[in-house]
Structures are given as C-alpha cells and as structure tokens.
C-alpha cells in the first residue's frame, strides 16, 4: 500500500487533503514520512478516514513527526484520563468515564476550543502538527473547522499587507481562558507560561509561502496601544476565518486529522454538552527548534 492524497475541494487544490492507501496503525518507513512532510506542507490539513487508533497507537504514530508536547497542562498539573502526559483530552467525558457535568472546569477548554487559534503558539517551543483522532462524535455540533493563513494572507488588501508586517503579537497562554470568565489561576501556574512574542506574517519553512498569524491568543501588538491591537487582531481573524479560507470537518468515528500549526487556525463548533464527544489530540514539537523571545 501506498500514500495516496487527493485535494478535498478542487477549487482549492492547495488546503486540505484526503488521504488513503496506509494503514496508521502501523510503523512508515521513511519514505511515506517523508511523503506525508511534503503533503503536509502543500495542503496543511490531510483527512485520514476509517482510522479507528488505541491510544498507544495515536502516541507511536505521532511520535514518528517529532516529539510530543502536553500543552497546557505542563501549567496546570491537571489530572487526565488517557494512558499517556502526551494525550490532549478534546472531549467531554469526566476522569469516570461520565460525562462531565456542565461545573467541570475541564468544559471550559472544550469551550475555549471554539475560538479561532491555533495550537500551543503561548509557548517558547514552537510547535508543528496537531493530530485529532475521533473516538466517539456526536450526531449534531461539534465540527470542527481549519482556516488557510496562507491564502488569508494572499488576499490580504496590499495597504494592511504593509501595515501588519514587521509588526508581533504578544501570545499568552490564559487570555482565551480569562476572556471566558476563568480568572482562578495561580502565580505559579502563570509563570509557567511567560507571553512569547509572535510575527504575525511569517514564512512558512515548508512551502515558502507567507503567512498571516492572528490568534486569539495574542493580547497587544506591538506599536500599537492595547485596544488598537486587539482589534487589529479581530479584525485580522475576522478575514482570515471567512468562508472561501475556510474547510469544515464532520466528524465520524475513526477519523484522523492532522494539522500544520503554522499554517492554520482552527475552532471546534458548538455541540450539545449533555451529549457524549470524545477526541484525543497530540501535538510534535519542531524537531530542532530555536526557542523564541520571552517577555517578562
């Protein structure tokens, strides 16, 4: 068998692709790995459907792109469900395999999912793929969407192209979290996750293409008073989100997507809470990284 890649929409041939012809439970030797870099970096998302994994399976297949990062919790301490630190619980099921009730403080990332971001970029270790494996998907709600940053910044209007290049975004790990209502964190936790400085146009290492970078993570810009850049931000998601950049997945058992960090946003979209939704991410870290500024 062989990696096998078709664009999933052929009106846009470079964002997001089906991918077939491997199985992910088993090891790739170094040409498929390198097959699925180069896929990586043309179309930013692949879609691998009918890949039911366990999680050791999740974890030896992810480890094949990089070694993986348990985000958030590193500040947190926050108990998990899963075998393994490496797992990233995207789901609403309690530590009891219930699920959780709406006063669990795990729903408020599942709510702060559903902000236009992406991955772990509060972070001084960059960070490169996130993979999504879907155990068991509600019937309504809860898919999830991808925005293409490179054709975001295409279409940019040339006077805003001059306007945010050269400019940084300040990128902290509990500004979504905070914004949700969720202030309850400790010094210690917050040190833990210093706010990193971000370009926000970039070029991307595997294409060469640039890239617009907003997130909602980022809380001021550079030059610009906090309010003007914030809603500079806004305003920067508010393009990069529209519908011609953007691919909506519906989620079946068994799914496996993958994800380029430094090339998309991404949110999940509302689902009803009471209803069973259970996801496991992982995410590599850049293999030779160069860490970034730190701001005290």
């Known amino acids: 068998m062989s990696l096998i890649i078709k664009p999933e929409n052929p009106a846009r041939p470079n964002f997001v692709g089906i991918a ?13 790995i390198r097959a699925i870099d180069r896929a990586m970096d ?27 990062d348990s985000g958030l919790r590193k500040a947190t301490g926050a108990p998990t ?42 972070q001084n270790i960059p960070v490169k793929y996130s993979m999504l494996s879907a155990v068991i998907v509600p019937e309504e709600g809860g898919q999830s969407e991808w925005a293409d940053l490179r054709a975001a910044w295409d279409a940019l209007p040339e006077k805003t192209k001059q306007y945010v290049e050269g400019r940084t975004g300040l990128h902290s790990a509990f500004h979504s979290r905070i914004a949700l209502g969720d202030e309850h964190y400790t010094e210690e936790q ?18 060469g293409r640039k890239v617009l970078f ?6 001021e810009v550079s030059d610009l008073t906090v309010p003007e850049g914030r809603l500079l931000v806004a305003e920067l998601i508010e393009h990069a989100t529209q519908s011609q950049f953007v691919y909506s997945h519906h989620w079946q058992p068994g799914d496996y997507v993958m994800w380029d960090n430094r090339t998309t946003l991404h ?28 701001t005290a």
């Open 42 to 68: 043309q179309y930013a998302v692949l879609v691998f459907r009918g890949q039911p994994l366990t999680q050791d399976e999740q974890i030896d297949y992810s480890q094949q792109f990089g070694p993986l």
């Open 267 to 294: 949110r999940g979209r509302r689902y009803d809470l009471s209803v069973r939704r259970d996801l496991r991410r992982t995410t590599t870290l850049e293999r030779d990284y160069i860490p970034l500024e730190v």
């Open 81 to 122: 469900r899963f075998k393994h630190e490496q797992l990233i619980d995207i789901g609403n099921v309690a530590l009891d395999g219930s699920i959780a009730k709406r006063d669990n403080k795990k729903l408020l990332g599942v709510l702060a999912n559903q902000l236009w971001h992406s991955d772990s970029t509060f």
């Open 214 to 219: 907003p997130s909602v993570h980022i809380t």
């Open 190 to 207: 917050l040190a833990k996750f210093p706010p990193v400085r971000r370009s926000l146009v970039h070029i991307h290492s595997g294409s």
């Open 20 to 32: 077939s012809g491997i199985d992910l439970r088993n090891p790739q030797d170094e040409e498929t």
